[in-house]
């Protein structure tokens, strides 16, 4: 069946734009995951949805970043005004509930000039 | 804070040989995982350790876990090029372990 689906897979950008990065998870998983992979700071967790229960935000690393999950399906993140360390790849992952192995998407390769 | 170390990060190694890649951990978990990770690709999972003891085995891959130890392993068996990839380790922590700490990963080369 289909995979975790990331869009777009690359994104360029100026410094101080706004950017939207897009997940559509597995169909049928309740638990939807952000996480950030850079040289310097390897695989870092982002934020985490499970159903409608209220989000696991202790990840974002500033006020600068924001993700909602609509309708338990797509998710949205936000980064806002963004910066050169900013610049990572963006990877979503879904489980069909928490705990269970999370299943990643291809990600999507952030670069910030 | 949970921290996890993985070690070597860098391993080259010759098809047919054996080798162990090591993950330690700071803190309390039942949760443990490991994935693999091909160049330009994103993470695949090969296992989830779910408890003090547990062995797990696909191939020439094998996962253990000791939660008093608070160390889990990665043996390879007479390895392949084809397993030429990174490979991390991730540790499940907050309520049902959704949330994963990696470790840095270790970068696996298989030379002829």
């Known amino acids: 069946g289909a995979g975790v689906s990331q869009s777009p897979s690359n994104k360029v950008t100026e410094k101080g734009k706004d950017v939207e990065l897009r997940c559509d998870p597995i169909s049928g998983h309740t638990a939807l995951y952000w996480y950030r992979q850079s040289l310097g700071q390897g695989l870092e967790f982002l934020i985490y949805?499970?159903?409608?229960?209220?989000?696991?935000k202790s990840g974002l690393p500033s006020d600068r970043f924001s993700a909602e999950r609509t309708g338990g399906s797509v998710s949205t993140l936000t980064i806002q005004r963004t910066q050169q360390e900013d610049s990572a790849v963006y990877l979503c992952a879904s489980s069909s509930q928490a705990g269970q192995p999370q299943h990643f998407g291809d990600g999507t390769r952030l670069s910030i000039l | 804070e949970l921290k996890v170390e993985q070690n070597p990060l860098f391993l080259s190694m010759q098809e047919g040989k054996n080798y162990t890649i090591y993950c330690n951990y700071s803190t309390t978990s039942d949760r443990l995982y490991w994935y693999r990770q091909d160049p330009g690709k994103s993470l695949e999972s090969l296992f989830v350790l779910l408890s003090n003891g547990a062995v797990k085995q696909e191939g020439r891959l094998m996962a253990s876990l000791d939660t008093k130890a608070r160390l889990s392993t990665l043996h390879i068996t007479a390895a392949v090029h084809d397993l030429s990839a990174t490979y991390f380790c991730a540790v499940g922590s907050g309520g049902s372990n959704y949330k994963l700490t990696f470790g840095k990963g270790t970068l696996l080369t298989v030379n002829p």
């Open positions: 949805f499970q159903g409608n229960s209220a989000p696991d």
